[in-house]
């Protein structure tokens, strides 16, 4: 006999997967900061307009994950209640 409703393990996946979002959204912030401070991509010397259009670019695509996560949080409250 099941004591959990039938979606308890897809909420449970879906909070994993939005939590993922935040996490690698972070993860993309801080490299992207790191590009901007240290202008070099592993061991390749970048310059000033490319190290800036690549932390643009990966600035916005955390901030994007992170705002993906947090949508997806608030759905699965919503749904709780």
Known sequence: M???????????WLRLRAMQHIGM??????ISGLLFWIKTFGSIELSRGTAYALGS???????????????????????EN
């Open 2 to 12: 099941q004591t959990e409703g039938p979606n308890r393990n897809n909420d449970r």
């Open 25 to 30: 959204g972070v993860v993309y912030v801080i």
């Open 57 to 79: 670019l990966l600035l916005l695509y955390g901030v994007f994950r992170i705002w993906r996560g947090a949508k997806d949080l608030k759905a699965l409250r919503a749904g």
